[in-house]
């Protein structure tokens, strides 16, 4: 079996691990990463029997979710090494004097969908709630967009900085 299969598979273990998994290569290399830890605390030479090992010795499970929990933030940032490219490419577009269009156009775009269906629900009070109930689903989807774009212009708050700080003082 694959990395992520195998990882998925101990994520039953360690549930804050689905988190790091999607499509991509650093998410391979997050899988990559829990596949050791689960082979160098049951000493098994296979993902496949580490795996097996520690479905089946409870005491395993939790040495096993020990040590994911001290390696979570260096699974962390492999993570979001993907989110740190990206906001190079941005610079990069900004040095050379163009604009990323694709971007522009994607939030302007999701900004639109938002104020579309808030004056289509507002303006509409006969509409059934089923399709209220789909218009929110689909509003919630892209006020969602909207945040990530907000988080990858503006970075993380203050709050979430001293906190960052606070955890990287503990660990050492």
């Known amino acids: 079996m694959d990395p992520i299969t ?19 290569e650093k998410n391979a290399k997050v899988a990559e990463k829990v596949v050791e830890v689960a082979q ?16 089946a010795d409870a005491r395993l499970q939790v040495d096993f979710q020990n040590k994911i929990l001290d390696r979570e933030q260096e699974l962390t940032r492999l993570y ?14 900004i040095k050379s004097g163009k604009t990323n269009t694709r971007a522009n156009w994607l939030s302007g775009l999701a900004i639109l969908v938002v104020i579309g269906i808030c004056v289509a629900v507002w ?10 109930g789909i218009a929110t689903l689909v509003l919630g989807r892209f006020l969602g967009y909207i945040d990530q774009v907000f988080n990858f212009e503006f970075g993380t708050t203050r709050s979430s900085k001293q906190k960052d700080a606070t955890i ?3 660990t050492k």
């Not at 303006?123 to 209220?132: D, G, T, V």
Request: no cysteine; aromatic share 10%.
């Open 40 to 55: 160098a605390i049951t000493g098994r030479s296979t993902p496949a029997e580490a795996l097996e090992a520690i479905q």
């Open 80 to 93: 979001y090494a993907d989110v740190a490219d990206a906001r190079q490419r941005d610079a990069e577009f």
């Open 123 to 132: 303006a509409s009070p006969n509409i059934p709630e089923y399709q209220k």
């Open 168 to 170: 990287e003082a503990l």
């Open 6 to 24: 195998i990882a998925l598979g101990l994520a039953q273990f360690a549930p804050t691990l689905l988190r790091f998994f999607g499509v991509g």
